[in-house]
């Protein structure tokens, strides 16, 4: 099966609804990009996508810190 080419546009409209983590999920994302993609991008793609799950479930199991938490360690990381 031959897909159909996608602009970026089109893309963009289409993208959020790629939300599962399954092999069909990626097989799904790779049907959302465009066709001309470089194996970088799509890679990169593919990543964050992994990224963005592992978050979703992170706060689904409850790991998560509060604000006040985030900021004091970022000031540490942001300290001269």
């Given at each position: 099966?031959?897909?159909?080419?996608?602009?970026?546009?089109?893309?963009?409209?289409?993208?959020?609804?790629?939300?599962?983590?399954?092999?069909?999920?990626?097989?799904?994302?790779?049907?959302?990009?465009?066709?001309?993609?470089?194996?970088?991008?799509?890679?990169?793609?593919?990543?964050?996508?992994?990224k963005i799950e592992r978050g979703l479930e992170d706060i689904e199991a409850g790991r998560t810190i509060s604000e006040a938490e985030f900021e004091a360690?970022?000031?540490?990381?942001?300290?001269?």
């Amino acid at each position: 099966m031959q897909r159909g080419r996608r602009s970026h546009e089109e893309t963009s409209r289409t993208r959020g609804h790629c939300h599962d983590s399954s092999q069909g999920g990626g097989q799904r994302l790779l049907e959302l990009l465009p066709d001309d993609l470089s194996l970088e991008d799509i890679q990169y793609h593919i990543d964050a996508r992994q990224k963005i799950e592992r978050g979703l479930e992170d706060i689904e199991a409850g790991r998560t810190i509060s604000e006040a938490e985030f900021e004091a360690k970022m000031s540490k990381w942001l300290e001269p």
